[in-house]
Structure formats: C-alpha cells, structure tokens
C-alpha cells in the first residue's frame, strides 16, 4: 500500500465522521465502538495477521503502529480470558504464550518491543524512532520503561498469581503502585520536552508504549492522572488521532461490550 493510499484512507475517515453525524469531540471519539478499521476503509487484503486480544495493552501498541504505518492487517482474536494462549497451536507462535504476535510471511515475531523495530526495519515509512540519536535513544527508554517496568507488573498473569496466593487487595495494590512508580519516572523524563507528544511534535515509539498504558492506567487501576500534568497532555493529543482510536480495544473484533 502506498503512502497515498493511507492518506486517502484518513480522507475518508475524516469524510465518515463528518457526514455520518458520528462524535466529533475527542471524549466521544474515544467511547466511540462502531468505527470501520483502517483496513476495511482501505478495502485491501492484508498480507499480514496480528494475533491480538481486544483488552491487551501489548497488543494495542502494534495495533496502533501498525496504522499510524498504514499497514492492513488480519486480526486474529486470542482470548486471555479462556486460556487461548495455551493451546498447542498458539504455542507454536509463541512459546512464552503472550500476545502480541505478528506473522508476516514466514516471519514470526513476538513482543511487542521485538514487534515495532521489525516494522521500522521492514516498513520504513512513517518513522517510529526519529533520525537523532539522543531523542531516539529518549524514544528506546520511554518504550523500555512501560514493557519492562511497569506492564509485566500488572499483566493478567502476575495479578492472578498474587490474588491467589496473597490477596485481591494485595494484587491491585501491587499493580497501582508499580503504575505509579513508572509514571513518576516517565513524568520526571518527559516534564522539560516541548511538543505535543512525548518526545516533540511527532508520533513516535515512546507515544505508541505509553497511549495504551495511560488508558489502562486509568480504567483499569483507576491511576489519580493530575499527579501527572504532562503524561495527561500527551494522552490528550494522542486520543485525537484516528490510528490510536480505531486500535482501542472498543473497536476491535473481539470486544465484548
Ligand atoms: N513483553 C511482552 C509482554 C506481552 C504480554 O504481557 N502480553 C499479555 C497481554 S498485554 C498477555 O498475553 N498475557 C497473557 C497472560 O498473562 O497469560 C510484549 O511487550 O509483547
């Protein structure tokens, strides 16, 4: 798909909100479930397939990178919630039975981190990481610190652990302290960077981490955000864009509403 295929999709997008008499407003936008995927307006056949489960913050990132790439896409539902990440087929995808998944091909990649350098290697337009070495590096941590430090300490596995081995109270308690710490850090690194999103005034691999751990943040562990006046402009920004909405869980597949 060429570069102008995907803005002539945004162009259409732009075109079904305002004539179809659907929210304009960006709170409406993100409650929004009925949105058409970028692919289905682009009306291609995705060359790859992303096994994804609709609540999962890891599988929202490569959802939302691979629109802001204008790459099309199957989706293939994995549902956590009944165990599909143990069947034989899955694990044949995935040993460490975790979604995100991407195939492409015969390639197989899995982690989301793992994911987004793939794409930028393979599918150079639309740059995730920027060109300068200190902001890309900026870029690296930001991921880094959402994938390794905050996420894995509240995923389903680690919760369901701690519920039922020390307590329900306990596991959230976990879960929001650990979101906090990493917020308090992310909040401290980005406080002094100009621009709409979290490295300046473009999209890049840092927005793409920390968008769907905001949200989580915040319906899920129910996180107090004024403690975090930057992190909540960039989330600002980045609800407004229609590769982070139409990636959201509502509008996947697999929701359940
Ligand atoms: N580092 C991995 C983490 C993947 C991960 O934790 N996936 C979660 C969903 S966000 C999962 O599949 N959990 C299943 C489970 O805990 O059993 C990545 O970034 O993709």
Redesign the pocket.
């Known amino acids: 798909m060429s570069l102008t295929d995907c803005f002539a999709g945004h162009i259409i997008a732009k075109i079904l909100i305002k004539y179809q008499q659907l929210p304009t407003t960006r709170s409406e936008a993100f409650e929004l479930s009925t949105f058409p995927t970028m692919a289905a307006i682009i009306g291609e056949s995705p060359k790859l397939a992303l096994y994804s489960?609709w609540q999962?913050?890891?599988?929202w990132r490569v959802r939302f990178a691979l629109n802001l790439k204008g790459i099309s896409y199957e989706y293939k539902a994995v549902n956590?919630s009944k165990g599909e990440?143990f069947t034989p087929e899955f694990e044949k995808l995935n040993p460490l039975?975790?979604?995100?998944v991407l195939v492409d091909g015969d390639v197989v990649v899995s982690?989301?981190?793992a994911i987004l350098l793939y794409l930028e290697e393979k599918y150079p337009q639309r740059a995730l990481l920027p060109a300068d070495p200190q902001l890309k590096a900026l870029n690296l941590q930001v991921a880094s610190i959402v994938?390794s430090s905050i996420?894995?300490l509240h995923?389903?596995?680690t919760l369901k652990y701690l519920e039922q081995n020390v307590g329900p109270q306990e596991s959230l308690l976990f879960a929001q302290t650990n979101v906090e710490k990493g917020f308090n850090a992310l909040e401290k690194l980005l406080k002094d960077i100009n621009g709409k999103y979290a490295t300046g005034d473009e999209v890049y691999m840092a927005d793409v981490f920390m968008a769907p751990q905001i949200a989580a943040a915040m319906q899920r562990f129910k996180i107090d955000m004024s403690k975090y006046p930057r992190l909540c402009r960039i989330f600002e920004s980045l609800k407004a864009l229609l590769e982070f909405l139409d990636a959201s869980p509502e509008r996947q597949p697999d929701a359940v509403h």
Do not use: I, K, N, R
Not at 56 to 59: L, R
């Open positions: 489960y999962s913050s890891c599988s956590l990440q039975h975790f979604v995100p982690d989301s981190y994938t996420q894995p995923m389903l596995s």
